[in-house]
């Protein structure tokens, strides 16, 4: 039998749940926060169940939304760009139908609880520190979305959830970053507690966007180019290079608005030693991320001492893992 508690990332490019199976491994299950809107047919139907793809039927039944990678595909096989329901880490307000995609990409992950009213912690964004914004609607949309899927709602600081799936070893004291699509997300902590916890407005989607607007392409091909993978430092093509330019240029941002926040608050904990600093998230995939993020860190100067800067050990998943192992921890609890 499953170990119970259910973790669930919900990020503005991928929603990512996590359980612990009987031999104490976790298990990943995730899916692209994305749709693409096409025609509703039969033979449309037929073809994308032959492909196994995910997608929904409008309200009206005149369209088919396709959900996940394949949405992705679709878009850049017909040059267009995929449809978010999240926004900057919140739920859009672009898009009429933001509300029924992520219940619906919320559910097709979480599948069905192991007990009844399983504890699921669910990721949250902090307030950005950079922008006039808010995630309270945000954040109770979402808890209704993962009650309705049966569980026991509990929002959880998504860069806390880095540090407790990346920082156990050192008593869950240092600063957790989470570099997501839509907002970074960062958390001060000792031993287990979040002295601060803010956010910036800037992260993958904001390079994807400017990139694209650089050299007249669309930002959906340029998102499949970078998750592809590319080198900060020894970008190929003229799309890598101007996808480098921007990632610098984004890091430079984030670490000036790090030093902004930090120096300004001023109940921040005295560590006895250096700490760690983990980087983790999509955004940070990227080869040489932690080198260039590094060397930005040390053009200023923090109230703290900074011991090393890192990737998390599962960058991609780290936030959906430290979600589950808070929720398992409480769930024993009870």
């Known amino acids: 039998m499953n170990v119970i508690g259910r973790g669930l990332d919900i990020g503005?490019?991928?929603?990512?749940?996590?359980?612990?199976?009987?031999?104490?491994?976790?298990?990943?299950?995730?899916?692209?926060?994305?749709?693409?809107?096409?025609?509703?047919?039969?033979?449309?139907?037929?073809?994308?169940?032959?492909?196994?793809?995910?997608?929904?039927?409008s309200e009206g039944g005149d369209q088919l939304y396709?959900?996940?990678?394949?949405?992705?595909?679709?878009?850049?096989?017909?040059?267009?760009?995929?449809?978010?329901?999240?926004?900057?880490?919140?739920?859009?307000?672009?898009?009429?139908?933001?509300?029924?995609?992520?219940?619906?990409?919320?559910?097709?992950?979480?599948?069905?609880?192991?007990?009844e009213k399983e504890i699921c912690k669910f990721s949250v964004p902090a307030d950005p520190i950079d922008a006039d914004y808010n995630i309270i609607y945000h954040k109770n949309v979402l808890r209704s979305f993962v009650e309705d899927a049966g569980f026991t709602p509990d929002p959880i600081n998504e860069a806390s959830a880095v540090c407790y799936a990346e920082l156990a070893e050192e008593n869950f004291t240092g600063l957790a970053i989470s570099f997501g699509a839509g907002m970074v997300n960062a958390s001060l902590n000792y031993m287990g507690v979040s002295s601060t916890e803010f956010s910036v407005s800037r992260s993958g989607d904001w390079i994807d966007e400017n990139a694209a607007k650089a050299i007249g392409d669309r930002i959906s091909r340029i998102t499949a180019i970078k998750e592809k993978g590319i080198d900060i430092l020894n970008p190929q093509s003229r799309e890598e290079k101007t996808i480098a330019i921007f990632y610098e240029d984004f890091i430079g941002y984030v670490v000036k608005c790090f030093k902004q926040k930090l120096i300004e608050t001023s109940e921040l904990p005295e560590f006895p030693e250096p700490i760690s600093v983990v980087l983790a998230g999509g955004t940070s995939?990227?080869?040489?991320?932690?080198?260039?993020?590094?060397?930005?860190?040390?053009?200023?100067?923090?109230?703290?001492?900074?011991?090393?800067?890192?990737?998390?050990?599962?960058?991609?998943?780290?936030?959906?893992?430290?979600?589950?192992?808070?929720?398992?921890?409480?769930?024993?609890?009870?």
């Open 66 to 115: 396709i959900c996940g990678n394949e949405a992705l595909n679709y878009a850049n096989i017909f040059k267009k760009e995929v449809r978010r329901p999240l926004h900057k880490g919140v739920i859009s307000t672009r898009e009429p139908e933001a509300l029924a995609m992520i219940k619906a990409i919320i559910e097709m992950v979480l599948g069905k609880p192991t007990v």
């Open 285 to 334: 995939m990227a080869k040489n991320f932690d080198k260039v993020f590094a060397n930005e860190l040390k053009k200023i100067r923090l109230p703290f001492e900074v011991k090393e800067v890192r990737t998390a050990s599962d960058k991609l998943f780290a936030v959906a893992k430290g979600c589950l192992f808070a929720s398992i921890a409480e769930q024993e609890e009870e």
């Open 12 to 57: 503005t490019c991928f929603i990512n749940s996590a359980t612990m199976n009987e031999n104490e491994e976790v298990d990943i299950k995730t899916m692209r926060d994305a749709f693409f809107a096409i025609e509703n047919s039969k033979l449309t139907r037929k073809m994308l169940n032959n492909g196994k793809a995910n997608y929904l039927e």
